[in-house]
């Protein structure tokens, strides 16, 4: 088919036309399926409509997974059960409840116990104080003699371990004790003197 | 010769194999000089109210303007859409092509119909919208494209590959395509938009049409009725 005779058939299927065709496209093949495809096209492009729709920022979420937003989701209710749970106290203007993270110097009235795992010197150590005489220098030299041990020693070991040294002390020459912490002083009263300098024991512990 | 009015809903519009259309013709009159060369036959409704609201604008009147917009708004945003095939830009680009026209009002002399006035500016700003774009969509954000409640889900593939091919048409193509095809003008309504003759919409359309069935012309036995 020739481009004029396209031009042609194009113009007759616009109706812009000034006469009608001579002949009908119908009887024409070729015209036919030339007209049929403008007709697709023009439909094509009738439905091509991006101006009906809103745009897409303003009303698509962004996508996230399933997975995310549940998370989300339980973050939200844990936030949401806290601050209800918390609610009815600042309402009742009672003070909030402080928790204490320094230790008490008040003995626990239960007896310490030894945990299943406990390194060998530590259970050592909780036997000694379940034991009512507590005579156990023997203990206390284990825990403070020197070496690669030392350095794993915690700060409840290093405590227990001077209070060992000064029962160990006690039970030797009475009432002397030794420092455990900064500033502490022996006790008031007559007594014998505090021994030669290096019979003290020390903590290790930076001053708190 | 008949002529399709600029306010046609396409959805109304009935295609024929035979390429006949069955549209509520109306005649494209405006001034003496055009009158004689356009059809005769009264104005459609909406255009004498377009008339009469510039005209009431041309004196002052703003809320007369918002009913012009309201009136004419969903033709220019369905022409923009398809003009640039980008639903993001189509909200600033019909709102540059109001501030344009609020602008020229005073310039629009009533030679032509304010729906063709109105249908240049929008040409305008879309075709300086896309020289100023990036040069060509991803794949992506082709794929992610909408088109329109008038599609079926089945066709999306076809109108993306339509889409596409229409976006690598010409402006100038791409617009004469538009403004006939869809939007309904007949060639001298076109002309006058584009400000060229009508021979000119004649080849282009014949370009546009030929090269738009040259990419997708075998596809188009997969459109649904």
Known sequence: ?208 | MSHRSWFIDPTERNISSQGESNLVMAPETETETERNASDSGPLPEREVRCAQLVDSCLKGSTADFAELFELTEPVVRRLVGRLTGDRDAIDDLVQETYLRAWRGLGQFRGTSRFSTWLFRIAVNVTQTWRKRRRPALTLLEADDRAYGRNADVGDQALLDVYARALDRLPPELRATFVLHETEGLSYRAVAETLQCPIGTVMSRLHRARSRLLEEIGEQLEELRP
């Open chain 1, 1 to 208: 088919m020739t481009d004029d005779r396209r031009l042609e058939i194009e113009r007759g299927f616009d109706g812009e036309l000034d006469e009608p065709e001579p002949a009908s496209p119908i009887d024409d093949p070729e015209a036919r399926r030339h007209l049929d495809r403008l007709a697709r096209l023009r439909e094509l492009a009738l439905r091509h409509d991006p101006g009906s729709l809103v745009p897409r920022r303003s009303f698509e979420l962004p996508r996230r997974s399933p997975r995310r937003i549940l998370s989300w989701l339980a973050v939200a209710a844990t936030a949401a059960v806290v601050t209800l749970a918390f609610l009815p106290e600042f309402r009742s203007g009672k003070p909030p409840r402080v928790v204490l993270t320094e230790p008490t110097t008040k003995p626990s009235a239960r007896p310490l116990e030894p945990t299943v795992g406990r390194p060998p010197l530590e259970v050592e150590l909780y036997g000694w104080a379940n034991t009512p005489s507590k005579p156990s220098g023997q203990v206390a030299k284990l825990v403070l003699s020197p070496g690669p041990s030392s350095k794993k020693r915690s700060a409840a070991n290093e405590i227990l371990a001077l209070e060992l040294a000064n029962a160990s002390r006690r039970d030797r020459s009475g009432v002397q004790r030794f420092a455990v912490a900064k500033g502490s002083k022996p006790a008031p009263g007559p007594g014998p003197k505090p021994g030669p300098p290096g019979s003290r024991a020390k903590s290790s512990l930076p001053d708190v």
